[in-house]
């Protein structure tokens, strides 16, 4: 079946330091990915996603670039905020098990001031 | 517009107990799925309901069972319950015919804790 390996956590930074969070999928035909945020006392929501090879998603200075060559969804932002300070989940979709996530362990970052 | 909701917030219960938790999916969706969220884990697909049947299954065991109501409603009944099922259990909606890559909205969750 599908699956989504995310980088080992947790990931510590300051303010305006720059963001990857790795993510690599096993996936059979052509899945969806996307990243989730799970924010402190809220409920999961769509950070970006990409549907096919080579699309990147981006949303709130986030960006992911699909690479089905390398199986890869690297999650990466240029500047982080506190206010970024959450639990994300790398997701893929479609493939074998469509309408079905299937979520990475998830990655908590904590930005610092 | 409102989104999806869950009941009970929290809920504690007994081992061997059965639990019922519910959802409404958001304003126009028509599919349901279910998740288990272990701490410090991803979210686990349990089932997927559309047209009042399960329409996938994720590995649980069949202790979980659900249902999908007329108006799209839906829950999640868990039987003999074990500590093991511990966990946040995350309700999901969407479009059964709605294009691939299309988001799923997540509910709040149902904190279940068994002692």
């Known amino acids: 079946g599908d699956s989504v390996t995310q980088m080992e956590g947790p990931v510590t930074l300051s303010e305006e330091a720059f963001l990857t969070i790795n993510c690599t999928y096993t996936a059979t035909g052509y899945p969806s990915l996307f990243w989730y945020v799970q924010y402190p006392g809220e409920g999961l929501q769509l950070l970006l996603k990409a549907t096919k090879a080579d699309d990147k998603g981006s949303n709130k200075g986030f960006e992911a670039t699909y690479r089905k060559e390398t199986t890869s969804f690297h999650l990466e932002k240029g500047s982080v905020q506190v206010s970024d300070s959450a639990v994300y989940f790398c997701v893929c979709t479609g493939g074998t098990s469509y309408g079905k996530l299937t979520f990475g362990q998830g990655t908590i970052l904590t930005v610092h001031p | 517009d409102a989104g999806v909701t869950q009941s009970p917030t929290h809920l504690i219960k007994t081992r061997g107990q059965q639990v019922t938790l519910r959802c409404s999916p958001k304003s126009g969706h028509d599919t349901v799925s279910w998740y288990q969220q272990a701490l410090g884990q991803g979210p686990q697909f349990i089932f997927q309901y559309y047209e009042e049947e399960e329409r996938q299954r994720g590995n649980f065991p069949d202790r979980f069972s659900g249902h999908q109501f007329p108006n799209y409603s839906s829950e999640l009944n868990v039987n003999a319950l074990l500590l093991g099922d511990s966990a946040l259990y995350l309700c999901?909606?969407?479009?059964?015919?709605?294009?691939?890559?299309?988001?799923?909205?997540f509910g709040p969750g149902t904190r279940l804790t068994v002692t």
């Open positions: 999901a909606s969407s479009l059964k015919n709605r294009p691939l890559g299309s988001e799923q909205y």
